[in-house]
T-cell receptor
Framework: DAGVIQSPRHEVTEMGQEVTLRCKPISGHDYLFWYRQTMMRGLELLIYFNNNVPIDDSGMPEDRFSAKMPNASFSTLKIQPSEPRDSAVYFC???FGDGNQPQHFGDGTRLSIL | AQSVTQLGSHVSVSEGALVLLRCNYSSSVPPYLFWYVQYPNQGLQLLLKYTTGATLVKGINGFEAEFKKSETSFHLTKPSAHMSDAAEYFCAVYGGYNKLIFGAGTRLAVHP
């Protein structure tokens, strides 16, 4: 079975540009999570969805960040405008059932804002 | 509130030696605990999980972890390290509200 698929794997862009990260969760999973990983702050939960509905976005750092899940098989994380401090690896994860179930991670998008 | 502390940000062992990665947790409810591994340029992969029942949990790649309630610990072990075990390891506890709380990670180096 296919795992969580993220695209692009790498993104380099200049500050001020809009960045869109994409995620396809595992089929049948009803939870989707967006994380950010940096050396300084480790792994941070940004937002999660249940059945395509955003449940908790308290980890989204600023209004420049937004996330959507238009259907069960697709989600986006958008940064507009981007800043150099947004440089990080962004992971998408999905899980099935109760929130205490294991999360399955994609391979991440390495984002560099120049 | 739930929290996780991983003792030692870097651990180095010789190939064939015992691997011991330490994790202590804080939880106000019976915990659900996880260990994940992250290889370079990859996402996190589940090694093993503890929910209820047997306190010694076996995972993939020869790893196991023991839940010790009295010590609030969930240390990860492997009897004999392989070069391929070099990676970063994360302990996590279910924090309620569908969230996992991750530790800061321990980078394991394996040398010949």
């Amino acid at each position: 079975d296919a795992g969580v698929i993220q695209s692009p794997r790498h993104e380099v862009t200049e500050m001020g540009q809009e960045v869109t990260l994409r995620c396809k969760p595992i089929s049948g999973h009803d939870y989707l999570f967006w994380y950010r990983q940096t050396m300084m702050r480790g792994l941070e939960l940004l937002i999660y969805f249940n059945n395509n509905v955003p449940i908790d976005d308290s980890g989204m750092p600023e209004d420049r960040f937004s996330a959507k899940m238009p259907n069960a098989s697709f989600s986006t994380l958008k940064i507009q405008p981007s800043e150099p401090r947004d440089s990080a690896v962004y992971f998408c994860a999905s899980s099935f059932g109760d929130g205490n179930q294991p999360q399955h991670f994609g391979d991440g998008t390495r984002l560099s804002i120049l | 509130a739930q929290s996780v502390t991983q003792l030692g940000s870097h651990v180095s062992v010789s190939e064939g030696a015992l691997v011991l990665l330490r994790c202590n947790y804080s939880s106000s409810v019976p915990p659900y605990l996880f260990w994940y591994v992250q290889y370079p340029n990859q996402g996190l992969q589940l090694l093993l999980k503890y929910t209820t029942g047997a306190t010694l949990v076996k995972g993939i790649n020869g790893f196991e972890a023991e839940f010790k309630k009295s010590e609030t610990s969930f240390h990860l072990t492997k009897p004999s390290a392989h070069m391929s075990d070099a990676a970063e390891y994360f302990c996590a506890v279910y924090g309620g509200y569908n969230k996992l709380i991750f530790g800061a990670g321990t980078r394991l180096a394996v040398h010949p």
